[in-house]
């Protein structure tokens, strides 16, 4: 059973960072692509951000290219995303994802 658990959400200024943390358990995910999406009140789910599981560089939208930063910790079977210069409107929920799993979710608030 794949499980993706993702922290490191919370209330932030404009202009300040965060770091989520996705632990991924229950599968070897080396070959697997993972992904960032985040869903805001009322719109859509969107991508954010992806990296293949073994690194390298990442894949990010457009809104936040230049701003965030995709990695991985195989180690701890973990993927980060470094978000600086956050703005009112990355307000959303962020979630995990790996094929067809998806986390819970952490919400992130940015405040102007």
């Known amino acids: 059973q794949v499980r993706l658990v993702e922290s490191g959400g919370g209330l932030v200024q404009a202009g300040g960072s965060l770091r989520l943390s996705c632990a991924a358990s229950?599968?070897?995910?080396?070959?697997?692509?993972m992904g960032w999406f985040r869903q805001a009140p009322g719109k859509e789910r969107e991508f954010v951000a992806s990296?293949?599981?073994?690194?390298?560089?990442?894949n990010y939208a457009d809104s936040v290219k230049g701003r965030f930063t995709i990695s991985t910790d195989n180690a701890k079977n973990t993927v980060y995303l470094q978000m600086n210069s956050l703005k009112p409107e990355d307000t959303a929920v962020y979630y995990c994802?790996?094929?067809?799993?998806w986390g819970q979710g952490t919400l992130v608030t940015v405040s102007e």
């Open positions: 994802n790996v094929a067809k799993f």
């Open positions: 229950g599968r070897t995910f080396s070959s697997y692509v």
């Open positions: 990296i293949t599981w073994s690194g390298g560089s990442g």
